[in-house]
């Protein structure tokens, strides 16, 4: 007598999502995520912080296309609210590069999105180099007057 395991669907989710990233399918990834999804990058560059709804999130995957990020799953597990994935990370285009392993921990909620991921980086450095060299701040003018809030 043979069982077969029951595949997770949180885990099914999270496979969908990395196809749909290969592809470059935003609404494909966008269906996995919940509205209000927090997404954690870690490191001391312009990328990094937490995107805040699906609208930022959905603006950092525009920015990681246009460097030629490429994502390949090698673990994928799951338990309960969470599923880890570990994956191989690297970047086609640019100065510099990226080539890394990646480990991201996703949430899920009572709806079976994904409301939380957070990433940790297997050469946190490579990544805030790899960033700074290629998504250059905008002039201290433009930066300094989105901030700032006229007197009353």
Same mark, same amino acid.
């Given at each position: ?25 935003? @609404?494909?990834?966008?269906? %996995? ?7 954690? #990058?870690?490191?001391?560059?312009? *990328? !990094? =912080? ?49 080539? @890394?392993?990646?480990?991201? %921990? ?7 999105? #994904?409301?939380?991921?957070?990433? *940790? !980086? =297997? ?30």
């Amino acid at each position: 007598m043979t069982s077969e395991a029951v595949p997770d669907p949180k885990v099914e989710a999270v496979d969908r999502f990395f196809s749909a990233y290969a592809a470059g399918d935003v @609404t494909a990834m966008s269906s %996995v995520l919940a509205p209000g999804i927090e997404w954690t #990058v870690p490191g001391h560059h312009p *990328l !990094s =912080g937490t995107k805040s709804g699906l609208g930022e999130v959905v603006s950092f995957f525009d920015q990681l296309g246009k460097a030629g990020f490429r994502a390949e799953p090698v673990f994928l597990g799951g338990d309960g609210e969470y599923v880890v994935d570990i994956h191989r990370g690297w970047t086609t285009r640019g100065v510099g590069r990226v080539d @890394t392993m990646w480990a991201l %921990v996703w949430h899920f909620d009572a709806d079976g999105r #994904v409301d939380r991921v957070d990433n *940790l !980086s =297997g050469d946190q450095h490579q990544m805030d180099t790899y960033v700074w060299a290629n998504f250059p701040l905008a002039p201290l003018p433009a930066r300094l007057a989105r901030g700032r809030k006229e007197p009353a």
